[in-house]
């Protein structure tokens, strides 16, 4: 499995972003796919999980504020920011894990200005 994520930038505080990443090679039709962040000098932590049943999880930090999705026919997965604040700042991976085996992307670097 290949993962290509997209969709990170600068925005102000209030502001709103969305990431995509798509996964493409062989995929499995039950799994799941999220998000992690890691800011500088904190350690990776996840942000947010849909499996391919449409179930979701979100960290205490952004529920409400952000808001996960999935399209399993086009195998991508979506994270919509909403609200952004400067602790949000941080690089964003997408990953793709079916049992124990996660196939992590490519970060994609959000920044939110004050």
């Known amino acids: 499995v290949q993962l290509q994520a997209s969709g990170g930038g600068l925005v102000q505080a209030g502001g709103s972003l969305r990431l995509s990443c798509g996964a493409s090679g062989r995929i499995f039709k039950y799994n799941v796919m999220g998000w992690y962040r890691q800011a500088p000098g904190k350690q990776r932590e996840l942000v947010a999980r849909?499996?391919?049943?449409?179930?979701?999880d979100y960290a205490d930090s952004v529920k409400g504020r952000f808001t996960i999705s999935r399209d399993n026919g086009q195998n991508m997965v979506y994270l919509q920011m909403n609200s952004l604040k400067p602790e949000d700042t941080a690089v964003y991976y997408c990953?793709?894990?079916?049992?124990?085996?996660?196939?992590w992307g490519q970060g994609t670097q959000v920044t939110v200005s004050s």
């Open positions: 849909i499996s391919s049943g449409g179930s979701a």
């Open positions: 990953y793709f894990q079916i049992g124990s085996t996660v196939t």
